[in-house]
T-cell receptor
Framework: AQSVSQHNHHVILSEAASLELGCNYSYGGTVNLFWYVQYPGQHLQLLLKYFSGDPLVKGIKGFEAEFIKSKFSFNLRKPSVQWSDTAEYFC???????????FGTGTRLKVLA | DGGITQSPKYLFRKEGQNVTLSCEQNLNHDAMYWYRQDPGQGLRLIYYSQIVNDFQKGDIAEGYSVSREKKESFPLTVTSAQKNPTAFYLCASNEDGGGSYTFGSGTRLTVV
């Protein structure tokens, strides 16, 4: 069965620290990859997505993610986090031609001012 | 502005009662979804619909039912058969297979 793993469940960083959140999936075919963010009290919104092409994708608010096909990974990065990045982050995968996503369990990020 | 409207935001239900959660979208999206969000478990798919008058079970459909009579609307009924209904319920939609989702703001259901 397809699955998505986010190994970091809780991350605490100080402002200006660098961030990398891991995401691995299990599926051998073509995939579409997403990172969503849920700020406190707000609804889920898209951070970035990868469908094809350049494996390094840039999203909103300075976030980027790199698709490494050989490692089945799509890690999220940000060089310098801000207090406002405190949120829960979800990785999701959909297989080409299907509608539904499979979500990871989420990573709660807390950034200390 | 286009988007997804979920109502109500908070819902309390007595044990043994059915309750229906509303989801309406004005994005002209074909596909709609219901997810359940529990702490530490991420989002789990309950039901989804790719087209009007058709829907499919997701990973945790037991104790839930849906209908898709109109493109804009995808209500979810939480029945008394759902053993642990207290959760945060999210509705989403997208335009075509594999495209990015738009999410609603969610409904928090509490069984009292």
């Amino acid at each position: 069965a397809q699955s998505v793993s986010q190994h970091n469940h809780h991350v605490i960083l100080s402002e200006a620290a660098s961030l990398e959140l891991g995401c691995n999936y299990s599926y051998g075919g073509t995939v579409n990859l997403f990172w969503y963010v849920q700020y406190p009290g707000q609804h889920l919104q898209l951070l970035l997505k990868y469908f094809s092409g350049d494996p390094l994708v840039k999203g909103i608010k300075g976030f980027e993610a790199e698709f490494i096909k050989s490692k089945f990974s799509f890690n999220l990065r940000k060089p310098s986090v801000q207090w406002s990045d405190t949120a829960e982050y979800f990785c999701a995968v959909s297989t080409s031609g299907t509608y539904k996503y499979i979500f990871g369990t989420g990573t709660r990020l807390k950034v200390l001012a | 502005d286009g988007g997804i409207t979920q109502s109500p935001k908070y819902l309390f239900r007595k044990e043994g009662q059915n309750v229906t959660l509303s989801c309406e979208q004005n994005l002209n999206h074909d596909a709609m979804y219901w997810y359940r969000q529990d702490p530490g478990q991420g989002l789990r798919l309950i039901y989804y619909s790719q087209i009007v008058n058709d829907f499919q079970k997701g990973d945790i459909a037991e104790g839930y039912s849906v209908s898709r009579e109109k493109k804009e609307s995808f209500p979810l009924t939480v029945t008394s058969a759902q053993k642990n209904p207290t959760a945060f319920y999210l509705c989403a939609s997208n335009e075509d297979g594999g495209g990015s989702y738009t999410f609603g703001s969610g409904t928090r259901l509490t069984v009292v």
